[in-house]
């Protein structure tokens, strides 16, 4: 069976960085953009790193330009935006694609692990919705991410027990961490 520590990834010097490392944790493995209407999501997810990282959770940070290109700089200028501006400490990875035919295998089994559900039905929900289809229809079936700052929630077993959109509300997420831990 798969699990998430099958996976190697690419650090931001381009060095592998097998999963098997973070065995035994709670994971909330993140796509991000630095340009995008979600990225304040770095604020709690910071504090939710700093709150729990004491008890077994980790944050995993891949930046990605597949949206609107809302990650255009070199892996370290991200990194050092991501810092300065959002204090952020946990792990960041090199940039990747999560959707077609280049997708990073890791998010590929993630989003068929826990496939797209649809966004929140409030007003941003509405409008993301909009512009991922638009965005979208470029990867067709391989479309496996809808948006910058999706987040799966991967419980100490390596099992992916949580999908959650950008449109969902931080708290949520916050909850479905504690109870993993």
């Known amino acids: 069976m798969t699990s998430v520590y099958d996976f190697t990834v690419k650090d931001r010097e381009g060095k592998d960085v097998s999963l098997e490392k973070y065995r035994g944790k709670v994971l909330l493995i993140v796509n991000t953009a630095t340009e995008c209407g979600f990225t304040p999501h770095y604020d709690p997810l910071e504090e939710m790193y700093k709150d729990f990282r004491d008890q077994g959770f980790e944050i995993l940070d891949f930046p990605c330009n597949q949206f609107a290109e809302q990650a255009p700089d070199t892996n370290e200028e991200i990194h050092t935006f991501c810092t300065l501006k959002f204090g952020t400490e946990f792990p960041q990875f090199g940039k990747i694609d999560v959707n077609g035919d280049q997708a990073d295998p890791l998010f590929v089994y993630l989003a068929k692990e826990k496939p797209f ?51 969902h509300s931080m708290e949520e997420v916050r909850k479905a961490v504690e109870a993993a831990l």
């Open 117 to 167: 559900e649809g966004f929140d039905k409030g007003l941003k929900g509405m409008a993301l919705q909009k512009f991922a289809k638009k965005n979208n229809k470029v990867f067709g079936d391989k479309a496996y991410i809808q948006w910058n700052f999706t987040k799966f929630l991967v419980d100490r077993k390596g099992e992916v027990i949580g999908r959650f959109e950008p449109t």
